[in-house]
């Protein structure tokens, strides 16, 4: 099959040196993000959930986490749309993006100062949403500006920011453990900083600069039914497959760390779960930062994408089934690692992969926004997954067990991605 010509971004960069700057503003961008995401799932969110009612810790975090995930799957594909359409004088990513940043720094005060789980519930949903507007926008940067030959890269950069933004959020929130508004609002307003930098710093094109936005013809209706065309690209729908799995089983643990150190795993004496945390996320940034670095640029040299997505996935699939066997702080290290190193490897690769399987240029955000539910989804959701499988099937080891099945599935996923490399 002959490989479809990607789609030539909109907006370069300001060559060899606009693009260093953009990709540093992107690394800026997505670190904050992903530092609030995780922050807020790992350690700030099981701490207040559990503050409420200790018992009934799994269900509560699994109601709240799962409600949240409806949002955020919705208000993705959603802020493409709006991003895709906006046609102002400050450009059609940079208000998305600056007005989903201080909107969510709106909602995570309420969750600091939430005293009752169905105010942490509408916070962090409303939270949840507004980060997925900001997300949409910040990720369709990407094809708009990005060239495809160096698409590598900037997944490289995507992969690193995002490992860098995991420890980032995890130490952060681990020393706010005991002044959880204080916590709720640094996250945010992070957040809202990056924002104003992205925006004040790289050149979003003015809707003078873009060509005119196609009619948004058949209403409502349509537009919903529009979120799922890009679904009809076979290549677009495997790539979405392989990314919800390899993500749901990296997640599906690092999302319920807290939970599984403190009930699961044999800590050394005078080791608190939320003290280990930020040790096993360093431990796993180090090693994805490592292996991204290096993959991303070499995926471009050689051309080659989808050989990395399948490698780095059974490699996480050997890692995530060693706390089974060694169920102490030790096992959790080499998971930590070996995992790292095997997502370092799946995010130089990954990103570069469906921008390339696009269907369509003037829908990128939509589209990504689409995707973005694979990306974003099984990090919001696995709290409820987990959560369903400890009470369910009654232990913490059958979440390693499925983990390491969800990403074999995702590698076997991106060997149906014929359009790709």
């Given at each position: 099959m002959t490989a479809p010509a990607a789609p030539a971004p909109l907006e370069r960069t300001g060559g060899r040196r606009g693009l260093p700057r953009f990709l540093g503003l992107f690394v800026v961008g997505n670190l904050a993000l992903y530092a609030m995401y995780l922050g807020v799932v790992?350690?700030?969110?099981?701490?207040?959930?559990?503050?409420?009612?200790?018992?009934n810790k799994e269900i509560n975090l699994a109601v709240v986490t799962g409600t949240s995930a409806v949002f955020a799957t919705l208000f993705n594909p959603i802020g493409g749309v709006l991003s895709d359409r906006t046609r102002s004088r400050w450009g059609r990513r940079n208000p998305w993006m600056i007005g989903g940043a201080l909107a969510a720094l709106a909602f995570l005060g309420l969750m600091g100062f939430a005293s009752a789980l169905w105010i942490l519930v509408v916070g962090w949903c409303a939270a949840q949403a507004m980060g997925n507007v900001y997300q949409a926008a910040i990720t369709a940067t990407v094809p708009d500006r990005v060239p495809a030959e160096r698409r590598g890269s900037a997944s490289a950069v995507m992969g690193i920011a995002q490992s860098v933004g995991m420890v980032a959020g995890s130490i952060v929130a681990a020393r706010f453990v005991g002044d959880l508004e204080l916590g709720y609002l640094l996250f945010g307003a992070a957040l809202v900083v990056a924002a104003v930098l992205f925006a004040s710093l790289t050149h979003d094109p003015r809707g003078d600069e873009l060509p005119a936005a196609e009619p948004a013809g058949g209403g409502l209706a349509a537009q919903l039914k529009g979120f799922g065309s890009a679904l009809k690209s076979r290549d677009f729908t495997w790539a979405f497959t392989s990314r919800a799995f390899m993500m749901m089983g990296f997640f599906l643990i690092m999302g319920y760390q807290a939970y599984i150190l403190a009930?699961?795993?044999?800590?050394?004496?005078?080791?608190?779960?939320?003290?280990?945390?930020?040790?096993?996320?360093?431990?796993?940034?180090?090693?994805?930062?490592?292996c991204t670095s290096i993959i991303g640029p070499i995926s471009d040299r050689i051309a080659k994408r989808r050989p990395f997505v399948l490698i780095a996935g059974v490699i996480a699939a050997a890692a995530t089934v060693v706390p089974v066997l060694v169920p102490t702080l030790t096992g959790m290290f080499v998971w930590?690692?070996?995992?790292?190193a095997a997502f370092g490897v799946f995010m130089a690769a990954d990103h570069a992969i469906v921008t390339l399987v696009l269907p369509k240029q003037e829908d990128a955000a939509r589209d990504l926004g689409v995707l973005n539910i694979a990306n974003a989804g099984p990090q919001i959701i696995a709290p409820f997954v987990a959560g369903t499988i400890v009470v369910s099937l009654g232990g913490y080891m059958y979440l390693f067990v499925i983990g390491a099945v969800f990403?074999?599935?995702?590698?076997?996923?991106?060997?149906?991605?014929?359009?790709?490399?």
């Amino acid at each position: 099959m002959t490989a479809p010509a990607a789609p030539a971004p909109l907006e370069r960069t300001g060559g060899r040196r606009g693009l260093p700057r953009f990709l540093g503003l992107f690394v800026v961008g997505n670190l904050a993000l992903y530092a609030m995401y995780l922050g807020v799932v790992s350690i700030l969110l099981p701490v207040q959930v559990e503050a409420f009612d200790p018992a009934n810790k799994e269900i509560n975090l699994a109601v709240v986490t799962g409600t949240s995930a409806v949002f955020a799957t919705l208000f993705n594909p959603i802020g493409g749309v709006l991003s895709d359409r906006t046609r102002s004088r400050w450009g059609r990513r940079n208000p998305w993006m600056i007005g989903g940043a201080l909107a969510a720094l709106a909602f995570l005060g309420l969750m600091g100062f939430a005293s009752a789980l169905w105010i942490l519930v509408v916070g962090w949903c409303a939270a949840q949403a507004m980060g997925n507007v900001y997300q949409a926008a910040i990720t369709a940067t990407v094809p708009d500006r990005v060239p495809a030959e160096r698409r590598g890269s900037a997944s490289a950069v995507m992969g690193i920011a995002q490992s860098v933004g995991m420890v980032a959020g995890s130490i952060v929130a681990a020393r706010f453990v005991g002044d959880l508004e204080l916590g709720y609002l640094l996250f945010g307003a992070a957040l809202v900083v990056a924002a104003v930098l992205f925006a004040s710093l790289t050149h979003d094109p003015r809707g003078d600069e873009l060509p005119a936005a196609e009619p948004a013809g058949g209403g409502l209706a349509a537009q919903l039914k529009g979120f799922g065309s890009a679904l009809k690209s076979r290549d677009f729908t495997w790539a979405f497959t392989s990314r919800a799995f390899m993500m749901m089983g990296f997640f599906l643990i690092m999302g319920y760390q807290a939970y599984i150190l403190a009930d699961y795993i044999e800590l050394p004496d005078g080791l608190a779960p939320t003290d280990a945390i930020p040790m096993l996320v360093i431990a796993n940034t180090v090693l994805t930062v490592i292996c991204t670095s290096i993959i991303g640029p070499i995926s471009d040299r050689i051309a080659k994408r989808r050989p990395f997505v399948l490698i780095a996935g059974v490699i996480a699939a050997a890692a995530t089934v060693v706390p089974v066997l060694v169920p102490t702080l030790t096992g959790m290290f080499v998971w930590a690692a070996i995992g790292g190193a095997a997502f370092g490897v799946f995010m130089a690769a990954d990103h570069a992969i469906v921008t390339l399987v696009l269907p369509k240029q003037e829908d990128a955000a939509r589209d990504l926004g689409v995707l973005n539910i694979a990306n974003a989804g099984p990090q919001i959701i696995a709290p409820f997954v987990a959560g369903t499988i400890v009470v369910s099937l009654g232990g913490y080891m059958y979440l390693f067990v499925i983990g390491a099945v969800f990403s074999l599935i995702g590698a076997l996923a991106i060997t149906r991605v014929k359009g790709v490399a």
